[in-house]
């Protein structure tokens, strides 16, 4: 896919799995945003992000078979960021520090 | 565990990309499970299909994208355009011959259309079923249907029928409207009860419908208040009535209605209170010695319109009003030996009925506007057929591109959507070019037909539904042939060159070709017969004169009673000062114009009591002046005392009332409403309305107060300039207060065939197109077969064929399939011409000759349009031919 740029959103779920550790699957993802970063979002929208960070090669994903009754036996597909995604999460954080230290008058500690 | 709706589930199932299901489906459910508990199984389960539709924004998410991704498929349909796209541009000729077949075809079709949806639609947005009682009315004269029925009805219904729910009537009744000074006539003037918006549903902008019980309130269309008020508003302004029933009142406007839609029978401007209506019958002496209580049974007059209780059978309405006419007019009908009934018309059918009289608007009959869609469809099927023939006529050429397609592997399957995709190509593009050629033409049109049917369009999905149809149909029956042939080669034989053209086109061609004849000559012989009918029509001998005649309308002296005959004799002096008027004449009514006032006859002994007469009222100049020939007694004369009371009657009330010779009739006494008339004179007969009806029943008395509405002048000078000003300025001085009103008496008889005439331009317009289109394809397909067969020709030339016989080889086929086409058409032309024929009392006979001279038109069409091509391809040096192989 195009370059290794992230959206706003994007950047959002990537550090959202990242926080997940092991257990960050499409509804999971939304009720963690939901309630951490106090954001609405719906499911699809969710879905359509991860899977675009999945062509991209931000994530990589594998189905958990847990015999949950509430799923109708469907299993869950797992992401996990993969290291360019590390990459791409970091370039952007520091991408933002840069231009948040070049911001004339201001200063941080 | 209550589960969310299967519906959904499915429609996920078959639209997610199958990879992810597995994964959404699970966090779907997971979702819904905890909404359940934590929300409610509603909430939840609105929940699940709007998370579901959230998927449909993502495409990528979707099963149909993913199968775009990867496969030659796309490919293929962009390799399909482009080969179409330069087959349809190698070959520009038959291109452009089939492009301008299918634009011309498509805008007929669509102006045709949208007509006849237009014409459809009346009365269609009333929302609730509302019915007319029309009337029949019988005796020994015949049948006639009205298109108003018997004051009386209203209550009656109210009363005694309880499967009435709702009913109004209303009584039109002219009069002019005199607003601050300026003074209106011709507005459509209805006296009704408030009851009338309780049945039509027209929206009130201001005002309140119960003011109309209020005598002195009238209702006026919004266009009406816009006329009379500008920008200011309407309501409570004051205007004078003038000249209804003979009264003039001081009426405020109560309230303004929206403007009833031109797709209604309808045509209403200004409605005033009916009390009005019944102090005029209580006070005025309007018929004779009829009393008040009497009037409700015995006057016509009053369309009246009912909407039934919900499951109310029509049988039963209609049997019960006929009864309670029976009942209540059983010493009337007895008396006059007549029969009143009333029918059920559903308002939606009242404008394509014709035959119903004094309705307030045209009417057009439905088989007008069936032959008009006929038409249309002729038109798009010749269109469709020039492609066909272009196409399989051009088959041996993409032949050779079937073949090698086929040698490269494709399937019979692609090389059919190919076609098929050529074909929608070009429709596509003719549909939207003859959009193109549509708009700009549609005001014209509107002119020629005389409705405006156009402003409906864009807001019509009937025709927007039929356009598309109309698309894809075209497609399909114009791909469909040449796809399923091409596809079928054998690409080794195309390929070896063996493949000349298949026998089986050849037959279809000629089918098509036969058809198109068929329409063409069928199309010929209906102009010639429409032409000669109008034609007909417009030379027959009216039996009397109408040229150099111009006519004024004057008010007959509603508004001032006491002056008006003296006022009128003076003007008559002036008028006939002024140079170049040879005769002037006063009377009720003229020729052109149709005479309302009818009586019937008690002629005390005999038969022929109950015959309906027109009654006119003239002067002695009356029928000098029109040259009405009196073939026994004499004219009408001031000189004669008692003139008034004497008569003057046709021939045809003479042959009604069962006299033998006009002398038997003179002397003779009738009675017209209680009096009697000694017969002085009978005249011949002539066309009160024009050639297209029959010969009615008229009399004629002198007029000894000269009340007459009517002054007919007859000039003889060629300065119209100084005649026309001059009768205006004097008739403008004699009557400063009355709208002046001045027309020649042959333009209105012209407009009693407006109607025809109307039919026959759209006629001859889209019959022409039709015929444009049927030759432009013949000579294109010509062109193309004379060019295959060019080897040929130049072999038998080789072996020395002469010029003579070449033509025949060549032309022969064409003579064939006019015969043939003629067999199709002669029976179409001998049954449906009498349809149309039907509704003119004078009528051409449909001689031979209307079924010979479309086939010579249609034959020597053919034989010019083929001729060039024929002796080009006789005239050409053989050896160019041959030596290329």
């Given at each position: 896919m195009k370059g290794t740029h992230l959206g706003e959103l994007e950047e959002m779920i990537l550090l959202v799995i990242a926080n997940l550790d092991n257990n960050a699957y499409g509804l999971n993802i939304r009720n963690f945003i939901r309630q951490k970063c106090d954001r609405s979002v719906s499911i699809s929208t969710v879905h359509s992000t991860i899977h675009r960070l999945e062509n991209k090669g931000f994530l990589r994903s594998k189905y958990s078979h847990t015999n949950s009754p509430e799923r109708g036996g469907r299993p869950k597909l797992l992401f996990t960021i993969t290291s360019s995604g590390r990459d791409a999460i970091k370039a952007t954080m520091e991408l933002r520090n840069a231009l948040w230290k070049t911001i004339p008058g201001l200063s941080f500690e | 565990m209550k589960q969310p709706p299967r519906w959904i589930e499915k429609l996920l199932r078959r639209f997610i990309d199958p990879s992810l299901y597995d994964e959404v489906h699970g966090d779907m459910l997971e979702d819904y499970h905890y909404n359940v508990k934590h929300g409610g199984i509603t909430a939840a389960k609105w929940k699940f299909i709007l998370s579901a539709a959230g998927y449909f924004r993502y495409m990528h998410l979707l099963r149909f994208n993913r199968s775009t991704h990867n496969s030659t498929s796309m490919d293929i349909w962009k390799n399909y355009f482009i080969s179409s796209y330069r087959n349809l541009a190698r070959n520009k000729r038959y291109t452009a011959i089939s492009l301008l077949g299918l634009v011309v075809g498509f805008a007929s079709a669509i102006a045709i259309l949208q007509y006849a949806f237009y014409e459809s639609s009346y009365d269609s947005f009333h929302g609730e079923p509302i019915f007319r009682l029309t009337h029949t009315f019988t005796n020994n004269s015949g049948v006639s249907e009205g298109a108003s029925t018997l004051m009386a009805m209203k209550e009656a219904l109210l009363s005694e029928v309880p499967e009435v729910n709702k009913v109004t009537h209303f009584l039109s009744t002219g009069g002019t409207v005199k607003v601050q000074e300026e003074i209106y006539s011709g507005e459509n003037i209805v006296g009704a009860a408030p009851d009338f918006f309780d049945v039509f549903r027209f929206r009130i902008l201001g005002g309140n419908a119960v003011e109309l019980d209020n005598p002195d309130v009238i209702f006026i269309s919004e266009s009406t208040a816009s006329k009379y008020?500008?920008?200011?508003?309407?309501?409570n302004q004051v205007v004078e009535m003038q000249g209804i029933f003979g009264q003039t009142w001081d009426a405020r406007v109560g309230g303004v209605f929206e403007d009833i839609p031109m797709n209604s029978h309808l045509r209403i401007d200004i409605i005033f209170s009916e009390t009005k209506i019944l102090t005029a019958f209580r006070e005025g002496n309007?018929?004779?010695?009829?009393?008040f209580q009497e009037i409700p049974w015995r006057l016509l007059g009053f369309p009246t319109y009912v909407i039934l209780e919900p499951g109310a059978s029509h049988e039963q309405v209609i049997s019960k009003a006929n009864e309670l006419i029976a009942i209540n007019r059983e010493a009337i009908n007895k008396e006059l030996d007549q029969k009143h009934e009333v029918w059920l018309q559903p308002v939606s059918e009242i404008h394509t009925t014709p035959g119903i009289q004094s309705e307030m608007s045209p009417t057009n009959d439905r088989k007008v506007i069936l032959l008009f869609t006929f038409i249309a469809i002729f038109i798009l099927a010749i269109a469709w057929i020039n492609y066909i023939n272009m196409a399989t006529a051009r088959s041996v050429t993409r032949g050779k591109e079937v073949g090698v397609r086929k040698v490269l592997g494709s399937h019979r399957k692609q090389l059919r959507n190919q076609f098929l995709l050529e074909a929608f190509i070009l429709n596509a593009f003719g549909l939207f070019l003859s959009l193109l050629l549509v708009i700009p033409a549609a005001p014209y049109l509107e002119e020629i037909v005389g409705v405006r049917f156009f402003h409906t369009m864009w807001t019509n999905s009937e025709l927007i539904i039929f356009i598309i149809g109309v698309l894809f149909l075209g497609s399909f029956v114009s791909g469909i042939y040449p796809a399923f042939t091409l596809s079928n080669f054998d690409c080794l034989e195309v390929i070896k060159g063996k493949l000349k053209y298949s026998s089986k086109g050849v037959i279809l061609r000629r089918i098509l070709v036969v058809s198109q004849f068929v329409f063409s000559i069928f199309l010929i012989a209906a102009l010639l017969i429409v032409q000669s009918q109008m034609n007909f029509m417009l030379n027959?001998?009216?039996?009397?004169s109408i040229d150099r005649t111009f006519l004024v309308s004057a008010s007959g002296g509603a508004s001032e009673p006491d002056n008006y005959p003296s006022k009128m004799r003076a003007l008559v002096n002036e008028f006939m000062e002024i140079p170049g008027v040879e005769s002037v004449s006063v009377s009720s009514i003229v020729p052109g114009i149709v005479n309302q006032w009818r009586n019937s006859t008690e002629r005390r002994t005999g038969e022929g009591a109950g015959l309906f007469i027109h009654r006119s009222i003239i002067d002695e100049n009356f029928m000098d002046l029109y040259e009405i020939d009196i073939i026994a007694g004499r004219n009408v004369s001031k000189s004669f005392a008692n003139d008034g009371q004497s008569l003057i009657v046709n021939e045809t009330t003479r042959k009604r009332l069962g006299y033998n010779s006009p002398e038997d009739i003179l002397n003779e006494k009738i009675y017209f409403a209680g009096l009697e008339y000694n017969v002085i004179g009978v005249v011949d007969d002539f066309y009160q309305r024009g050639a297209h009806f029959a010969y009615e029943p008229m009399s004629f008395q002198l007029?000894?107060?000269?009340?007459?509405?009517f002054i007919s002048i007859k000039f003889n000078t060629g300065n119209l300039r100084d005649l026309l000003s001059g009768i205006e300025d004097k008739f403008k001085s004699a009557f400063p207060d009355a709208p002046y009103n001045g027309r020649f008496l042959d333009t209105i008889f012209q407009n009693q065939y407006t109607a025809e005439f109307r039919f026959r331009n759209l006629f001859t317009i889209f019959s022409t197109i039709a015929l444009l289109i049927a030759c432009l394809g013949l000579a294109g397909l010509s062109s193309y077969i004379i060019n295959q067969k060019m080897k040929e020709i130049s072999i038998r030339k080789v072996l020395g064929a002469s010029g003579s016989n070449l033509f025949v080889l060549l032309n022969k086929e064409y003579l064939v399939i006019s015969i043939l086409a003629f067999l199709g058409a002669g029976p179409a032309i001998y049954f449906l011409s009498p349809v149309w024929l039907q509704n003119f009392e004078n009528r051409i006979n449909v001689h031979p000759g209307f079924y010979i001279v479309p086939l010579v038109i249609i034959t020597s069409v053919v034989l010019l349009t083929t001729i060039s091509y024929t002796l080009r391809a006789i005239h050409v040096n053989p050896s160019r031919m041959l030596k290329e192989e």
């Open positions: - | 008020f500008g920008p200011e508003d309407a309501l309007f018929f004779g010695n009829i009393t027959h001998n009216l039996g009397i007029d000894t107060t000269l009340t007459g509405g």
